[in-house]
């Protein structure tokens, strides 16, 4: 053999050797065995007699292709080393599952409280993450979701009849363009059954085809196969299927009113769709095609009420279906700019409520997902706080197991897997209770809310979302400790050292952080509940107790209706009543949430910035508006019954729509122009009063008459009455049998009632806040509870000595609490901090309250100092109450 | 189909003599390859692409072990040894190797019968 050969073999082989303790290397094995069956070749070979160089070409020629039998069998070897490696960590992950078991087991006390600490914190995020998701994540639900979009008219509004037919006709992007209109009608659910006044909607043809919407009974109405004479098809939703037949099959076929026209019920819409926008909950889907037959409305009549959807085909990106209906928009101008001019076509994605309410949502959710954040961040800082405590218990367990070979890594790993543990069984739990609180919320809220009880429930999403959650907060809570725990330094546990100070300190900064977040949640809760008060004691400008809301909807009486006669009537007969003492209409019931702008332009006025006058809410009203609501007329007069059609226009100014309109001048006898081309005369002056939000800065507000503005088929009837709302039903329905008998019952309800509606988002903020503000309460306290009593453990040998010393009682109990206090105290003041911030930001949504308000932020300061020492006060008595020589002696 | 029929055939009967081979003591493969080619006078030569992956694939069935010796050349050579389980592999398909040879056997010096 050749000596280099020779000395390269010898080397090579010995620090391989080396190598395999470490660990396996089958391919340099293989070429040892490869190797090793071809040199024992050559020496046969060689023994037989063959020249050393003969014997290796011949067994190289022998062996044939070595490479190839190499790669064969390393390719086996690779496949099972794989599987066995799959399962050698399979192995230990069910090893570490069962060790972090039995650990959880031994300990239920940590174990039950580090879930509950987690488990609340995750049923708060869930439920509020649930929320989210229905309101702004979800695509719109029982529809096929694939490609669906929604249509805007430039930013947001909906269509008028003729533009969306032009999209459908014309527009190759999409497979399906749908509208749908919501609206009032009146419903018999027989042929001569009592007439009801339902929520439907009138959608137009292939609606539920092109939204992919199945039906759980019946078919989807096709207008084209109808026969000649037969009634039309209608849809009825599951719901009201439900509620209304109690889910009976033979409703197919059932001939049912609407606007007293003969309708067939063909089929039930499937249980999850209610409509193609999130919040309508039609009963009843009504072919467009028959609306004016049903109405006596012309479909371009009907405005622009048509929320459009369409679905693209497939391949086609929202941009080309964009810009395709833009260049269609452009052709639809040009036919009659000054019907169409300036309005451009807009593509949404068609997830959780209309894009116009879109940022509202995603600013509140943002505000509660930080919230109930800080809600898990306490319990992380709980749960973080035990462990550390359970790590310190434990240290012994760990260096012994450090000194006989474990592996950190892998106690790093087991400590994180009794984290996850925590956080899963937490997680399961949080989010079986945030199930039963989003099932619940519905029945809290007023039905003109729209929710049902599913309309919360948790999907895929949100169980995604809370499996997240669970992970990130293991690492929130548990990472650090298990770092610690496996950097046990093994000779100092041995000798029974410890970096003791240290160790404090860090527990400390814990309570510092805990009762910050705290404060913050406290300080927000309460700042929603006295949003919450003022808003019930501010004085809106009018007076709504005793007065009772009819809402009446003459269109729903169809064609041939005469509403300025027929509300005369009413209004007659209505003041008549002898509990009544006013009656007025409406088109606008102050703080209900909705409201009407236009823009006045004062008689004269000089244009600038292309456009004179301003832009001013307003409401129209027939007399007596404001003796009913008690709003005063500071100067000159409200409206009269001599304010009719044959008379001079004239209208009524708030004191702020006076000042806007004539800031140098006297409004009152003036005259401004109007969108409907007429002059109003200004006859009197009102006091400002809220319109839109209770407690808002006042708002230039115009009223005009209800006999000389322009015709409203849909108005309130306003009553001042000494009757019950009880009482005042029967009597409004009965006078309305008699005036119009064909109108469905209205709904009659008390003022303050309707206007609960602008009062959910601070109802809902108090309500959340306040339990989210009493669970991060309850959290801090038990985490300073936890810590007070570790460093009182910690430091019994120093309370010892100092007791011995000749300390008091008195002194060392205010020793603790002092301690812990400072620490509560840090904390507080960083909480307010961040609060007073949080409470300028929230600044147009709480009414009456300032961010900075002594009484919320006072009150919260006096809680938490009051948890705070009752937490600590235990610990602190136990100090005391330790016999110095045992403490002393204690380590 | 057939093709594949035949690869089990063969692959199956060179397990049976590796394990055969194996059940005399360990042998690392160019032992085994001797083994089998003394044993048939040069009748049967085992194939170094066939040999090496049946024994790494006997291996990770765990029908043999591998250990890691010195030959005599002070070469590291792998010894391969039987496990029980191989034992009892090589015993069930000794007996299905014999059932066959004993049918096939049958029907090859059948007495040709008339009708």
Partial sequence: MRPDRAASREKDPTWRRYLRFLRPNPAADLDDELRDHMESTVEELITRGMAPAAARAEAARRFGDVSRVRDVVHRLDQRHFTHQNRLAVLATVVQDIRYAARGLRRSPAFTIVATISIGLGIAANATIFSVVNALLLRPIPGANADGLVRIYQNHHSPFQWDELSWYRDHASSFDYIVGERYQSMSFRPAVNAEAERIRASYVTQGFFRGLGVTMALGRAFDNEDRDAGAPPAAVLSYASWQRRFAGDSAVLGRTVAVADHPMTIVGIASPAFRSSVLGWTPELFVPLSIAPMLTGVRLADFGGSFYTTGRLRRGTGMAAGEAELRGMTRQLVMTDTSRYGGMTARLDHIRGVNAEERAGFAVGSAFLMTMVGLVLLIGCANVANMLLGRAAARRTEFGVRLAIGANRIRLVRQLLTESLMIAAIGGVAGFVVARAITRAIPSFLPPEAGLDTAFLQPDVRVVAFTSALCLLTTIVFGLAPALRAASTDVVAMLKGSDSRLRRVRRRGALVVGQSALCVVLLAVAALFLRSLVSSQTVDPGFRAEAVVDVSIDLALLGPGATPPATFARIIREASAMPSVSSATLAAVVPLTGSNMESRAVPEGAVAHDGRAGSMVYFNVVAPRFFATLQTPILRGREFADADDSTSTPVAVLNETAARRLWPNGDALGKRFKWGDGRLYQVVGIARDANYVMPGEAPKATVYLPFAQAEHRTDMTLQLRTSADVAATRRAVWALLRDVAPRLPPPPVVRMVDDMAITLLPVRLGAAFLGTFGALALVLAAAGIYGVASYSVARRTREIGIRAALGATRGRIIAMVLWENGRRVATGTAIGLAVAILIGIGLSSILYGVRAVDPLALGGVVTVIAMVAAVASIGPARRAANADPVRSIRSE | ?115
């Fill in chain 2, 1 to 115: 189909m057939a093709a594949d029929k035949d690869v089990d055939l063969i692959q199956g009967t060179l397990n049976v003599l590796i394990l055969k081979t194996l059940s005399q003591g360990p042998m690392n493969g160019y032992g085994i390859a001797r083994f089998v080619r003394e044993a048939t006078a040069g009748d049967i030569e085992v194939e170094e692409g066939a040999l090496y992956p049946a024994l790494h694939r006997m291996e990770h069935r765990e029908w043999i072990t591998a250990e890691w010796g010195v030959s005599e050349n002070n070469r590291r050579a792998k010894y391969y040894r039987l496990t029980p389980l191989g034992r009892r592999v090589l015993r069930a398909r000794t007996e299905s190797w014999e059932r066959l040879v004993d049918a096939v056997g049958k029907v090859l010096y059948a007495e040709p019968r008339r009708a």
